[in-house]
T-cell receptor, first 111, second 115 residues
């Protein structure tokens, strides 16, 4: 079956640094990927998505990179701020209207 | 703003009780989802509904059932709660698309403890 995994369960960075959160996926046929941010006590919130016909997509302070050759996805956060502290999930399209989520990476930003 | 609300933030029930978790969305979305979130396991899909009265099993449907009588409301039912159903339950909704995919909007979650 499909699986979406994360390399690091916890990532600690200093405020102002750039953060990179990685994600590996197993289904080479996946054509849509999405990143969510989940702050403590809240439901996941959409950050950015990317379709498989793209290698890179940029948002506000975030960039998602897709490497289909090695089935790898990454989320880059520029100038990380304390408010970026959260758990980040990658997900891939998992069939009709559904998503398959990874296990999450906790990002800790220290001042 | 899209809003997905869940009936309770925290719920404590006893083993064997019948438990209802309610979810309401106000954006006229066709799709609604129930997930379970456990540490280290991410979000796992319990049930999915793509229309009123329509439902589809997710990855872990055992011990759960769902009901969708109205478009805006999706209920998760634990027929006889067990301690291994202690978890965070997340509801989500999305618009239906034919070829591409739309993001899912999540509620704040219900933390259920079964004693």
């Amino acid at each position: 079956g499909e699986s979406v995994g994360l390399h690091l369960p916890t990532l600690s960075v200093q405020e102002g640094d750039n953060s990179i959160i990685n994600c590996a996926y197993s289904n080479s046929a996946s054509d849509y990927f999405i990143w969510y941010k989940q702050e403590s006590g809240k439901g996941p919130q959409f950050i950015i998505d990317i379709r498989s016909n793209m290698d890179k997509r940029q948002g506000q302070r975030v960039t998602v990179l897709l490497n289909k050759t090695v089935k790898h996805l990454s989320l880059q956060i520029a100038a990380t701020q304390p408010g970026d502290s959260a758990v980040y999930f990658c997900a891939e399209k998992g069939g009709f209207q559904k998503l398959v989520f990874g296990t999450g990476t906790r990002l800790l930003v220290s001042p | 703003d899209v809003k997905v609300t869940q009936s309770s933030r925290y719920l404590v029930k006893r083993t064997g009780e019948k438990v209802f978790l309610e979810c309401v969305q106000d954006m006229d979305h066709e799709n609604m989802f129930w997930y379970r979130q456990d540490p280290g396991l991410g979000l796992r899909l319990i049930y999915f509904s793509y229309d009123v009265k329509m439902k589809e099993k997710g990855d872990i449907p055992e011990g759960y059932s769902v009901s969708r009588e109205k478009k805006e409301r999706f209920s998760l039912i634990l027929e006889s709660a067990s301690t291994n159903q202690t978890s965070m339950y997340l509801c989500a909704s999305s618009t239906a698309t034919l070829y591409f995919y739309n993001e899912q909007f999540f509620g704040p979650g219900t933390r259920l403890t079964v004693l």
